[in-house]
């Protein structure tokens, strides 16, 4: 059998994270400045870049100033508002404005994301670094590490990441013959940007040295390029610098020194806690300056022994405070450039891990700093945050100049779990995560202050003695006025710094489990399947509830437009209109037009429940829209294109002409409109806003008109729509424009010497000064008066394949392009020359509708909209351009390029004769973006901090409209296969990934979650930590070691929980307590035999624990059997609801790690054996049978009368239960040890195959074939193929996958997994004849596409399996690399395609069949 491996969750979990202050162009040149008067100026401070598993996004940090709501406004704005309006009265004008408080302004920062990628390797760590070239264009270079041992420069070409270099060291011996079990992979960087290094198996390093000096590129060796910015790399043992370096616990380099400098950290010989009496203290620390560019020497600067036996990593001082910070489990050490050694202990258990002497003062905060991560965020103060998220400041206080005392503080705030910390700018804190969301935090610092008398200095004779620490470090004689003339100073107290947040990225973070179940819409008439997903872990649990769309709430019906084939709310101003308040004027629908056959009514719009129709035209409407300032109406028909006024009566004809071919679409953007007929002949006609008429014009002055496919007159609020000036005639050289010309390179090479770390003003002044000359649409009173328009433009797409963007109302061309038609992968105008497109494409793909959206929440960016004949969608993002690609421009240029940022194959039968159409909206519940009507209508939506998405119905929908006359902000219209509707969306509804759902904060950390069907209830197991506490074999308390500060040691203890459904979730009603020391390890919904219903069966709640005894007493565990029952109160009180109910416990004399059902008996491990029970008059458990297992059962499968048993070391069991005799019969087992997760049934058609995950992440297939010579008469599994899915298996659920709803037995199963970097993966089974086509095609992508960071996608999926002579990687797809086919250009396919025989839309129906999420 065949399949499929896919992502339908992207990972959201960060483990990496890195500021760059100039990554992007962004942060040198100024953003364009939106044309709305109350626009905020928008500023980029630096990039911050994530990454976690295989997933690497880049980030802008804006910074811009936004009003500080009024307390009342936050309070109930809307009380507080009435009240002021009725003591404004009737008046227009409000008559005490001096009597408000000025508004305030704070300044604030947000993420906004540039670009994301997945790569085909698991990212181990980031580094900033600045090459030769970063002093030409000013921009930072990236340096990524992957666990393979790989290091890829990357750079920000054209909008994107670009690929430098790719360095590898997977072949070098110590990759080969090293123990790879305990590499973990560290990259660092040289704060001067001179080196990088990557440690490698076997205590060694791998160096890359960065070329900083244009001499250093001029003596490269002859047989090395001369134009990369690097030296051969090298790979350096530590133990041929110094044999005593081994172990290596950490490094890093230190800022501040002439040389590279490296610290390490690293244990000469290993220790544990049970040896503490005889061997502690047992690392050491080395500082040494690595000089490659002489004779290769590492001369050492500082060496100390005896530190803490606990030591965890290491942390870079400031320049300013000299030295490296270690950080213990149990404290804090100091470690300066002379060897001298401070520390602090945060516990009492400092004294028992550690023989240095230690300021005791902080013991009381009783601290554990496992886990933790620390960042300076001044000279003398240290941020630790725990791993719970608690916030910790560390103040170094000074005796002279050496660090005397270490003081921790209480905790000042809180943030996520932290997995890394970065500083983020000015006063700014990035801390990511891996269990959920990640913040950007402000740094704030306060200071007590008391003023101080003025004193007179002791002026003192002239004394010739020279003090030569006064002549390197200033004058301590001078007294100190903090910068006050007058001299009174202040006594300034303790620094106090704190964090609060600016921004949060959402993320889903680690999933503990999933479990799916049923939720109900339309007040319980539909169902739909939805998928609960618990993610957290260490201080709190977040359950995302996962849907395949976005809901359907409806609000009422909208009978009257119950045949509406398109509808158009507008916003015309009538006087018998309704006002509401919280609604803007200019959004406040007041007419509908809807289109239905042959002809349009026109409805006139309150807040009453029924509009009310005031005319009707007979014809069908092609489109709408409001016209004059809102006060008209342009209507468009096949035949005519008439004006009318705000009650739907003509007022001009503007065009009739029955005899030209029918119109097919128009476009309306105030006062322009541009129609498009079937025949590809166009027409653009604008309107005259003093004499009230519309004429026509040509949008081609002096040449003939071209035929076109789509027509589009669209506005820009942004501001990023501009130009760049004609070389010509700015008066720019070409050395200007080109930028890294001979002579400009080699002055900007010289000027960057002075600044390795980060531009300077110098050189940010340099670049803006070459910057190409931009153009801005000069003020007139016309733009004043309609500042809210913004800037006009004009999009045409001819028949040729030319994409033309003309600016109005000059008609001018500024952009060309020939990549529209074809989805390549940007758009830009590359047609400088001027020669237009002449020779039609005859494969081409022709465009149904072009459509101009800003999409996004808050602050929306400008994309395009792309819809094909043959249903494919691609969307592109308009960015701003700040510097010209070529050399020279005869003419004004566009200085936007549009990047593809989403494709998709929207589904279409050959029987659908309803085709899809694009219908923009904005402010519904602060989104904005498109809607595509059709049979599976879509909603494309996207946000600041996350990529665009596109989110389906279940029904197909005819309409659709947004509209405000019943007074909701968030409401719009939709006509679906149920009826026509006013609908909502949720306020819950998160749409920040690619599944929407809903997300809710829980107080405890959850482990398991399970579905009653029954009852349609959740349940789930909670871990409370707990004091721990140790028992002897006759159940008494051991008493520990006993301390004022001692951490007492903690445990976990689990509770059962039910939760509450409907319109108040996830509130816990009931629930059960375990004993002490008890925890869930397993909970499932199981199907046994009852007596007490007449089918003889029932569904319970089966629990599987286990005890945690610690190492001096065996552990053991018990069965429960729960249901969930409904209660019904007393007549007085007439109040019902759930509770669970414990049927029964059974004793286990080992834990009970997994539990199912077969057949109405309940299958339950017990240690190394398992057994199956049945259910006695539902109170008791009897055991029928039982099998030797292996060592710890993980998981425990059922499919029809067979098992599948996995094993935490010994792979799988295949295995079947006989009933007369109660017995188990073993068929088959995998021989090979494998540290399994999970097993599952894998079914297509008749066919079964057996898929097993493990702890490293990789997918195995095998198969029960006695045929087969290799299964030794099938007592043994055959493995057939071997796939690495990236991170760990955390949860795995088999679902049945049906083609149509209406197929009772499902032909196939589908498995999801939940990861534990927060993705949800799938596998799905293909057919051979369609795995044999898809193979091809992930060959020529592999072959032919562009891969960031120029990785190889199959090496990466390849596991290294020392049993088999090649690789078994040919079974599985890749579905990240395939989901890539989409994104190649129209040419780039075919030519792959014909090389193999297809074409693409096979290709591309063949992924949409396997796609889809359950």
Same mark, same amino acid.
């Given at each position: 059998?065949?399949?499929?491996?896919?992502?339908?969750?992207?990972?959201?979990?960060?483990?990496?994270?890195?500021?760059?202050?100039?990554?992007?162009?962004?942060?040198?040149?100024?953003?364009?400045?939106?044309?709305?008067?109350?626009?905020?100026?928008?500023?980029?401070?630096?990039?911050?870049?994530?990454?976690?598993?295989?997933?690497?996004?880049?980030?802008?940090?804006?910074?811009?100033?936004?009003?500080?709501?009024?307390?009342?406004?936050?309070?109930?704005?809307?009380?507080?508002?009435?009240?002021?309006?009725?003591?404004?009265?009737?008046?227009?004008?409000?008559?005490?404005?001096?009597?408000?408080?000025?508004?305030?302004?704070?300044?604030?920062?947000?993420?906004?994301?540039?670009?994301?990628?997945?790569?085909?390797?698991?990212?181990?760590?980031?580094?900033?670094?600045?090459?030769?070239?970063?002093?030409?264009?000013?921009?930072?270079?990236?340096?990524?590490?992957?666990?393979?041992?790989?290091?890829?420069?990357?750079?920000?070409?054209?909008?994107?990441?670009?690929?430098?270099?790719?360095?590898?060291?997977?072949?070098?011996?110590?990759?080969?013959?090293?123990?790879?079990?305990? %590499?973990?992979?560290?990259?660092?960087?040289?704060?001067?940007?001179?080196?990088?290094?990557?440690?490698?198996?076997?205590?060694?390093?791998?160096?890359?040295?960065?070329?900083?000096?244009?001499?250093?590129?001029?003596?490269?060796?002859?047989?090395?390029?001369?134009?990369?910015?690097?030296?051969?790399?090298?790979?350096?043992?530590?133990?041929?610098?110094?044999?005593?370096?081994?172990?290596?616990?950490?490094?890093?380099?230190?800022?501040?020194?002439?040389?590279?400098?490296?610290?390490?950290?690293?244990?000469?010989?290993?220790?544990?806690?049970?040896?503490?009496?005889?061997?502690?203290?047992?690392?050491?620390?080395?500082?040494?300056?690595?000089?490659?560019?002489?004779?290769?020497?590492?001369?050492?600067?500082?060496?100390?022994?005896?530190?803490?036996?606990?030591?965890?990593?290491?942390?870079?001082?400031?320049?300013?405070?000299?030295?490296?910070?270690?950080?213990?489990?149990?404290?804090?050490?100091?470690?300066?450039?002379?060897?001298?050694?401070?520390?602090?202990?945060?516990?009492?258990?400092?004294?028992?891990?550690?023989?240095?002497?230690?300021?005791?003062?902080?013991?009381?905060?009783?601290?554990?700093?496992?886990?933790?991560?620390?960042?300076?965020?001044?000279?003398?103060?240290?941020?630790?945050?725990?791993?719970?998220?608690?916030?910790?400041?560390?103040?170094?206080?000074?005796?002279?100049?050496?660090?005397?005392?270490?003081?921790?503080?209480?905790?000042?705030?809180?943030?996520?779990?932290?997995?890394?910390?970065?500083?983020?700018?000015?006063?700014?804190?990035?801390?990511?995560?891996?269990?959920?969301?990640?913040?950007?935090?402000?740094?704030?610092?306060?200071?007590?202050?008391?003023?101080?008398?003025?004193?007179?200095?002791?002026?003192?004779?002239?004394?010739?003695?020279?003090?030569?620490?006064?002549?390197?470090?200033?004058?301590?004689?001078?007294?100190?006025?903090?910068?006050?003339?007058?001299?009174?100073?202040?006594?300034?107290?303790?620094?106090?710094?704190?964090?609060?947040?600016?921004?949060?990225?959402?993320?889903?973070?680690?999933?503990?489990?999933?479990?799916?179940?049923?939720? +109900?819409?339309?007040?319980?008439?539909?169902?739909?399947?939805?998928?609960?997903?618990?993610?957290?872990?260490?201080?709190?649990?977040?359950?995302?509830?996962?849907?395949?769309?976005?809901?359907?709430?409806?609000?009422?019906?909208?009978?009257?437009?119950?045949?509406?084939?398109?509808?158009?709310?507008?916003?015309?101003?009538?006087?018998?209109?309704?006002?509401?308040?919280?609604?803007?004027?200019?959004?406040?629908?007041?007419?509908?037009?809807?289109?239905?056959?042959?002809?349009?009514?026109?409805?006139?719009?309150?807040?009453?429940?029924?509009?009310?129709?005031?005319?009707?035209?007979?014809?069908?409407?092609?489109?709408?829209?409001?016209?004059?300032?809102?006060?008209?109406?342009?209507?468009?028909?096949?035949?005519?294109?008439?004006? &009318?006024?705000?009650?739907?009566?003509?007022?001009?004809?503007? %065009?009739?002409? +029955?005899?030209?071919?029918?119109?097919?679409?128009?476009?309306?953007?105030?006062?322009?409109?541009?129609?498009?007929?079937?025949?590809?002949?166009?027409?653009?006609?604008?309107?005259?806003?003093?004499?009230?008429?519309?004429?026509?014009?040509?949008?081609?002055?002096?040449?003939?008109?071209?035929?076109?496919?789509?027509?589009?007159?669209?506005?820009?609020?942004?501001?990023?729509?501009?130009?760049?000036?004609?070389?010509?005639?700015?008066?720019?050289?070409?050395?200007?424009?080109?930028?890294?010309?001979?002579?400009?390179?080699?002055?900007?090479?010289?000027?960057?010497?002075?600044?390795?770390?980060?531009?300077?003003?110098?050189?940010?002044?340099?670049?803006?000064?070459?910057?190409?000359?931009?153009?801005?649409?000069?003020?007139?009173?016309?733009?004043?008066?309609?500042?809210?328009?913004?800037?006009?433009?004009?999009?045409?797409?001819?028949?040729?394949?030319?994409?033309?963007?003309?600016?109005?109302?000059?008609?001018?061309?500024?952009?060309?392009?020939?990549?529209?038609?074809?989805?390549?992968?940007?758009?830009?105008?590359?047609?400088?020359?001027?020669?237009?497109?002449?020779?039609?494409?005859?494969?081409?793909?022709?465009?149904?509708?072009?459509?101009?959206?800003?999409?996004?929440?808050?602050?929306?960016?400008?994309?395009?909209?792309?819809?094909?004949?043959?249903?494919?969608?691609?969307?592109?993002?308009?960015?701003?351009?700040?510097?010209?690609?070529?050399?020279?421009?005869?003419?004004?240029?566009?200085?936007?390029?549009?990047?593809?940022?989403?494709?998709?194959?929207?589904?279409?039968?050959?029987?659908?004769?309803?085709?899809?159409?694009?219908?923009?909206?904005?402010?519904?519940?602060?989104?904005?973006?498109?809607?595509?009507?059709?049979?599976?209508?879509?909603?494309?939506?996207?946000?600041? +901090?996350?990529?665009?998405?596109?989110?389906?119905?279940?029904?197909?929908?005819?309409?659709?409209?947004?509209?405000?006359?019943?007074?909701?902000?968030?409401?719009?219209?939709?006509?679906?296969?149920?009826?026509?509707?006013?609908?909502?969306?949720?306020?819950?509804?998160?749409?920040?990934?690619?599944?929407?759902?809903?997300?809710?904060?829980?107080?405890?950390?959850?482990?398991?979650?399970?579905?009653?069907?029954?009852?349609?209830?959740?349940?789930?197991?909670?871990?409370?930590?707990?004091?721990?506490?140790? %028992?002897?074999?006759?159940?008494?308390?051991?008493?520990?070691?006993?301390?004022?500060? &001692?951490?007492?040691?903690?445990?976990?203890?689990?509770?059962?929980?039910?939760?509450?459904?409907?319109?108040?979730?996830?509130?816990?009603?009931?629930?059960?307590?375990?004993?002490?020391?008890?925890?869930?390890?397993?909970?499932?919904?199981?199907?046994?035999?009852?007596?007490?219903?007449?089918?003889?069966?029932?569904?319970?709640?089966?629990?599987?624990?286990?005890?945690?005894?610690?190492?001096?007493?065996?552990?053991?565990?018990?069965?429960?059997?729960?249901?969930?029952?409904?209660?019904?109160?007393?007549?007085?009180?007439?109040?019902?609801?759930?509770?669970?109910?414990?049927?029964?416990?059974?004793?286990?004399?080992?834990?009970?790690?997994?539990?199912?059902?077969?057949?109405?008996?309940?299958?339950?491990?017990?240690?190394?054996?398992?057994?199956?029970?049945?259910?006695?008059?539902?109170?008791?458990?009897?055991?029928?049978?039982?099998?030797?297992?292996?060592?710890?059962?993980?998981?425990?499968?059922?499919?029809?009368?067979?098992?599948?048993?996995?094993?935490?070391?010994?792979?799988?069991?295949?295995?079947?239960?006989?009933?007369?005799? %109660?017995?188990?019969?073993?068929?088959?087992?995998?021989?090979?040890?494998?540290?399994?997760?999970?097993?599952?049934?894998?079914?297509?058609?008749?066919?079964?195959?057996?898929?097993?995950?493990?702890?490293?992440?990789?997918?195995?297939?095998?198969?029960?074939?006695?045929?087969?010579?290799?299964?030794?008469?099938?007592?043994?599994?055959?493995?057939?193929?071997?796939?690495?899915?990236?991170?760990?298996?955390?949860?795995?659920?088999?679902?049945?996958?049906?083609?149509?709803?209406?197929?009772?037995?499902?032909?196939?199963?589908?498995?999801?997994?939940?990861?534990?970097?927060?993705?949800?993966?799938?596998?799905?089974?293909?057919?051979?004849?369609?795995?044999?086509?898809?193979?091809?095609?992930?060959?020529?992508?592999?072959?032919?596409?562009?891969?960031? +960071?120029?990785?190889?996608?199959?090496?990466?999926?390849?596991?290294?399996?020392?049993?088999?002579?090649?690789?078994?990687?040919?079974?599985?797809?890749?579905?990240?690399?395939?989901?890539?086919?989409?994104?190649?250009?129209?040419?780039?396919?075919?030519?792959?395609?014909?090389?193999?025989?297809?074409?693409?839309?096979?290709?591309?129906?063949? &992924?949409?069949?396997?796609?889809?999420?359950?």
């Amino acid at each position: 059998m065949f399949a499929i491996h896919q992502t339908l969750l992207p990972p959201s979990a960060i483990h990496h994270s890195l500021f760059l202050p100039n990554f992007t162009p962004s942060t040198i040149y100024a953003l364009p400045r939106s044309s709305l008067p109350d626009a905020p100026e928008v500023k980029v401070v630096g990039n911050l870049v994530v990454a976690g598993g295989q997933d690497i996004r880049v980030f802008e940090i804006r910074e811009e100033r936004a009003p500080v709501l009024d307390r009342r406004e936050v309070n109930g704005g809307g009380d507080v508002g009435e009240a002021e309006m009725e003591e404004l009265g009737d008046s227009f004008f409000d008559s005490g404005p001096t009597e408000r408080a000025p508004v305030r302004y704070e300044t604030t920062r947000r993420l906004h994301l540039v670009c994301q990628h997945q790569l085909h390797g698991e990212i181990t760590g980031l580094a900033a670094l600045r090459t030769i070239e970063s002093s030409v264009d000013g921009l930072d270079r990236l340096l990524v590490s992957f666990k393979s041992a790989k290091m890829a420069l990357l750079e920000w070409s054209r909008g994107d990441i670009a690929t430098v270099s790719l360095h590898t060291y997977e072949r070098s011996s110590q990759m080969s013959t090293g123990d790879l079990s305990t %590499y973990i992979p560290k990259l660092r960087s040289d704060p001067l940007s001179r080196m990088a290094l990557l440690s490698l198996p076997e205590d060694s390093l791998a160096i890359l040295p960065i070329l900083q000096e244009q001499s250093d590129l001029d003596l490269m060796h002859e047989n090395f390029p001369r134009d990369v910015p690097y030296s051969p790399s090298l790979v350096l043992s530590l133990a041929d610098v110094s044999p005593s370096l081994k172990n290596l616990q950490d490094l890093l380099f230190l800022p501040g020194f002439h040389s590279p400098t490296l610290a390490m950290l690293y244990s000469p010989a290993h220790t544990w806690a049970g040896r503490y009496h005889s061997a502690k203290d047992t690392f050491a620390l080395e500082i040494r300056t690595f000089d490659l560019s002489s004779t290769g020497s590492y001369p050492l600067l500082t060496s100390v022994t005896g530190l803490p036996s606990d030591a965890l990593y290491l942390v870079a001082c400031p320049a300013a405070l000299g030295g490296v910070v270690v950080v213990t489990a149990t404290g804090i050490v100091h470690v300066d450039q002379s060897g001298r050694v401070v520390s602090a202990g945060v516990n009492a258990w400092w004294g028992y891990t550690t023989s240095l002497q230690n300021d005791r003062s902080s013991e009381a905060r009783k601290l554990s700093l496992e886990g933790s991560r620390s960042i300076f965020v001044a000279e003398r103060d240290l941020l630790l945050v725990l791993q719970n998220g608690d916030v910790h400041q560390v103040r170094f206080e000074m005796e002279g100049r050496a660090v005397g005392t270490i003081k921790v503080d209480e905790q000042s705030s809180s943030v996520p779990p932290p997995t890394s910390i970065v500083i983020a700018g000015d006063k700014a804190l990035f801390v990511g995560s891996a269990e959920g969301d990640s913040l950007l935090a402000k740094v704030e610092v306060a200071r007590d202050e008391a003023v101080v008398q003025e004193s007179k200095v002791e002026e003192k004779p002239y004394d010739m003695e020279v003090d030569y620490d006064d002549d390197l470090y200033g004058d301590s004689n001078i007294p100190e006025t903090n910068g006050l003339a007058n001299g009174i100073g202040h006594d300034t107290g303790p620094v106090k710094v704190s964090l609060s947040p600016y921004d949060v990225l959402a993320g889903v973070g680690k999933i503990m489990d999933m479990e799916f179940g049923i939720a +109900a819409t339309d007040q319980g008439v539909r169902t739909y399947p939805q998928l609960v997903a618990v993610s957290g872990g260490s201080k709190r649990s977040t359950f995302n509830v996962l849907r395949r769309g976005i809901p359907i709430n409806k609000r009422r019906r909208f009978n009257e437009l119950s045949h509406a084939d398109r509808v158009w709310f507008l916003p015309i101003q009538r006087q018998s209109g309704q006002k509401f308040r919280n609604i803007p004027e200019a959004e406040q629908t007041t007419l509908l037009l809807s289109s239905e056959g042959s002809q349009t009514r026109v409805f006139a719009l309150s807040n009453k429940a029924t509009p009310e129709q005031i005319g009707r035209i007979g014809s069908r409407t092609v489109a709408a829209g409001p016209f004059f300032q809102r006060s008209c109406v342009i209507h468009v028909t096949p035949t005519e294109l008439n004006l &009318l006024d705000s009650d739907g009566k003509q007022l001009q004809a503007i %065009y009739s002409d +029955a005899t030209m071919s029918p119109i097919v679409s128009a476009s309306i953007s105030d006062p322009y409109v541009a129609i498009c007929r079937a025949d590809g002949s166009a027409s653009l006609f604008v309107g005259d806003s003093v004499a009230r008429t519309v004429t026509g014009t040509s949008f081609t002055p002096g040449a003939e008109s071209p035929l076109c496919q789509a027509i589009e007159v669209f506005s820009d609020l942004t501001g990023i729509y501009r130009t760049f000036e004609a070389s010509a005639s700015s008066g720019i050289d070409s050395a200007r424009l080109d930028g890294p010309a001979t002579a400009s390179r080699s002055t900007a090479i010289r000027l960057g010497q002075q600044s390795r770390m980060q531009l300077t003003q110098q050189q940010i002044k340099r670049l803006q000064d070459e910057k190409p000359a931009i153009s801005v649409e000069a003020g007139t009173a016309e733009s004043a008066m309609h500042a809210n328009r913004g800037t006009q433009w004009l999009a045409v797409l001819t028949r040729a394949g030319e994409f033309q963007i003309r600016s109005l109302p000059d008609l001018a061309i500024v952009l060309q392009s020939d990549g529209l038609a074809s989805s390549d992968p940007s758009l830009t105008d590359d047609l400088v020359d001027g020669v237009p497109v002449t020779a039609p494409d005859e494969e081409a793909d022709e465009v149904k509708q072009m459509m101009f959206v800003p999409i996004g929440r808050g602050t929306p960016r400008p994309h395009l909209l792309v819809l094909h004949a043959s249903g494919r969608l691609n969307a592109y993002e308009a960015q701003p351009r700040f510097t010209l690609d070529a050399s020279r421009q005869a003419r004004r240029s566009l200085a936007v390029r549009f990047r593809k940022v989403f494709t998709q194959l929207l589904p279409s039968t050959a029987a659908s004769r309803l085709p899809y159409h694009i219908i923009p909206f904005s402010n519904i519940e602060g989104l904005s973006g498109a809607f595509i009507t059709g049979e599976k209508p879509h909603w494309v939506i996207s946000s600041d +901090a996350h990529p665009l998405r596109t989110y389906g119905l279940k029904q197909a929908a005819m309409a659709f409209g947004r509209t405000t006359h019943l007074g909701g902000a968030g409401e719009y219209f939709v006509r679906i296969e149920d009826g026509s509707f006013i609908c909502y969306l949720p306020p819950t509804l998160n749409t920040d990934f690619a599944m929407p759902c809903d997300r809710y904060e829980m107080e405890r950390v959850y482990t398991n979650v399970v579905f009653d069907p029954p009852s349609a209830h959740y349940v789930g197991a909670s871990a409370v930590t707990t004091a721990f506490q140790m %028992y002897d074999e006759e159940g008494e308390i051991q008493p520990g070691p006993e301390g004022e500060n &001692l951490i007492p040691p903690t445990n976990e203890r689990s509770t059962l929980e039910l939760f509450s459904q409907g319109s108040d979730p996830w509130r816990v009603i009931d629930g059960y307590d375990f004993d002490q020391n008890e925890v869930v390890l397993c909970m499932q919904s199981v199907t046994l035999e009852s007596g007490s219903l007449p089918g003889g069966y029932r569904d319970f709640i089966a629990v599987g624990t286990g005890f945690d005894f610690a190492e001096d007493r065996a552990t053991r565990g018990n069965t429960y059997i729960f249901e969930v029952v409904e209660t019904v109160g007393s007549p007085e009180q007439k109040i019902s609801g759930w509770k669970l109910k414990l049927r029964t416990k059974d004793p286990a004399r080992n834990p009970v790690s997994a539990v199912s059902n077969i057949n109405g008996y309940l299958l339950n491990s017990n240690g190394p054996k398992m057994y199956v029970k049945g259910f006695d008059f539902d109170e008791r458990l009897m055991g029928l049978a039982f099998l030797d297992v292996n060592l710890y059962v993980t998981s425990i499968r059922v499919f029809k009368n067979f098992m599948l048993i996995s094993d935490h070391a010994k792979s799988i069991w295949f295995v079947s239960l006989q009933e007369d005799p %109660y017995k188990f019969t073993t068929i088959s087992k995998d021989l090979q040890k494998v540290a399994t997760v999970s097993g599952d049934f894998l079914v297509q058609e008749g066919q079964v195959s057996f898929v097993t995950t493990d702890r490293s992440g990789d997918i195995r297939m095998l198969d029960f074939d006695p045929a087969d010579p290799d299964s030794f008469n099938g007592e043994r599994l055959v493995l057939r193929t071997e796939y690495h899915a990236g991170p760990a298996v955390t949860a795995s659920k088999t679902i049945a996958r049906r083609r149509t709803t209406d197929e009772e037995f499902a032909p196939q199963t589908q498995l999801i997994y939940g990861t534990a970097d927060g993705s949800i993966t799938t596998v799905v089974a293909v057919r051979p004849a369609r795995f044999k086509r898809l193979q091809l095609v992930a060959d020529q992508l592999v072959r032919n596409a562009q891969h960031v +960071a120029g990785l190889n996608p199959r090496a990466f999926r390849t596991v290294q399996n020392d049993l088999l002579a090649r690789p078994l990687s040919k079974g599985i797809l890749d579905g990240d690399l395939l989901a890539h086919f989409a994104l190649q250009p129209v040419k780039r396919q075919r030519e792959m395609m014909r090389q193999i025989g297809t074409d693409a839309m096979t290709v591309a129906n063949d &992924l949409q069949s396997l796609g889809g999420f359950w």
